[in-house]
């Protein structure tokens, strides 16, 4: 199909609404819920009081504004605290308008939700403590791994070729900062999770040289902004306005802001340059799932 352009893509959110569930919902009702992470490192974080912020965040705004554009109105945009658990229900009953946080993109979801094209794309590894003498997941055996509730990276592991033989026990946290608590806290022994998560966490810890990433890539997975199936409009939204920041030079400056650089609340910096699987992504905009990057 030929790309259109985003004026366009806004013309035809005004024009035809049959089939734009969210353009006449927020039109009627005037407000449009972003769902949004506690600590999905630099991708998407509290600030506290119900404020948000985030290289996911900052596009979802940049979307949001074009959808204002289409409705013809000024919305309000609302902020709901997601989780790895509720995040596909809270989009799929409409609770959620569009998923700004660290969601993997892979085919199992894509039956049950959309995916906006790529921004970013993850390598998933493993964090301990600097001091535990753990470099590979061949010293996980009988150790504490924690994990995420909702999220794959376990999973992930267990599938990996070096994990053939090595028993360990998954612990779970709520959310990723609850994760790292139990690394943090001793009551787990590594954290596999996505790497910009891990670094976000390291760089906000209270000692953070007492940590660091190690061990072998588990996965590459494009991390997507999620919304609901059959809005095909919304969808052409998203990706032009995605495709927009790409060619004029902006995605890249926006991923520098959030990983490059000092970011709020505590002024630290994540320091995880845009991977060449990132840049990949944005050189040819997409929405495969996981299993096509795994095929490589």
Known sequence: MKKIGLALAIAMLGGVTAQADTLDKVKASGTVTMGVRDSSGALSFTLGEGKYAGFHVEICQRILANLEKAAGKKLEVKYLSVT??????????????????STTNNAARQKDVSFASTAYVEEVRIAVKGNSGITSIAQLNGRNVATTTGTT?????????????????????????????????????????DGQILAGNIATAKAPGDFKIVGEVLSVEPIAIMMRKDDPLLKRLADDTIHDLVKSGEMAKIYD????????????????????????????????????????
């Open 84 to 101: 790895s658990q509720n995040r596909i229900p809270l989009v799929q009953n409409g609770t959620v308008d569009i998923e700004c946080g």
């Open 153 to 193: 990276s376990v999973q992930l592991l267990r599938k990996h070729e070096r994990a053939n033989g090595v028993d360990f026990k998954e612990v779970f946290g709520k959310d990723h900062a609850d994760s790292f608590l139990l690394l943090e806290s001793g009551r787990a022994d590594a954290f596999v999770m």
């Open 257 to 296: 802001k959030w990983f490059m650089q000092p970011i709020p609340p505590k002024n630290t910096r994540v320091g995880l340059a845009a991977s060449d699987a990132t840049k990949a992504a944005w050189a040819n905009l997409n929405d495969k799932p996981a299993e096509d990057y795994a095929k490589k």
